[in-house]
């Protein structure tokens, strides 16, 4: 049985739950005895036993530092904003779930919300990334830059993938012998990108990749992209 695992603070071999991990433990009916992960933010992660359960907190000591191992690559993905900014919070925990490092939201053409709407929805966005991670057990969360304009974008991949529809011939099979550790990829919005952000793209070092002969949701190229990169790149 999995050891279920939350954020917290350990000082001097010892851990306090509060707050909202406190309320996460009661959920999961935690009980004084059993061992629970503790993962700091920090690179550590640590099993410790329940010493003792109050009212409004837990308290623990620290048995041993787990080793943890890091993601191999480092996916930065910059995901042009759909109109429904709801279809983003959906797409959080699996991003999460699948190691991509960072998430930079871009304003291109198509897209039809605005710069406010999108920074409005980043703390929600951050708390998705922070409770995903005691799930998949990653070590530091999805991290979730300020937007970005398309025509701002200042990439460092040492490769750079833009998924564009109209690409019939490149795909990332041709990718399998090269190595990389740090991939910058592009998914457009829903009306997909206009021929002079391509052109833009290209010039900032964005190669233009097909996903298949089938037009694909956003939501669906996402996982779809992130899944073939980190296939053939890790």
């Not at 048995?63 to 983003?88: A, D, F, G, T």
Request: overall charge positive; charged content about 35%; hydrophobic content about 40%.
């Amino acid at each position: 049985m999995a050891v279920p695992r939350f954020i917290g603070d350990v000082e001097n071999s010892k851990v306090i739950l509060e707050g909202e991990e406190f309320h996460h433990a009661k959920v999961k009916r935690i009980r004084e005895g059993e061992k629970i992960e503790i993962n700091d933010l920090k690179g550590n992660v640590f099993l410790v036993e329940v010493e003792k359960i109050e009212k409004k907190r837990l308290l623990g000591k620290v048995l041993e530092r787990l080793n943890q191992e890091e993601e191999k690559i480092k996916i930065n993905l910059y995901l042009c904003m759909p109109n429904h900014l709801s279809k983003v919070d959906d797409l959080i925990e699996p991003l999460s779930e699948l190691g991509v490092t960072t998430l930079i939201p871009v304003l291109s053409t198509y897209s039809a919300v605005k710069l406010k709407d999108i920074q409005r929805k980043m703390k929600k966005w951050e708390k998705i990334a922070l409770n995903s991670i005691k799930q998949c057990k990653r070590l530091f969360p999805l991290k979730i830059d300020e937007p970005v304009d398309i025509k701002d974008i200042k990439p460092k991949g040492e490769y750079r993938f833009v998924f564009y529809e109209k690409e019939k011939t490149n795909t990332l099979k041709n990718y399998l012998d090269k190595r990389g550790e740090v991939i910058d990829i592009l998914i457009g919005a829903e009306g997909g990108l206009t021929k002079e952000e391509i052109i833009d793209l290209k010039v900032k070092g964005f190669e233009p990749v097909s996903l298949g002969k089938n037009i694909l949701r956003m939501e669906t190229a996402v996982i779809t992209a992130v899944c073939q990169v980190k296939f053939v790149f890790g």
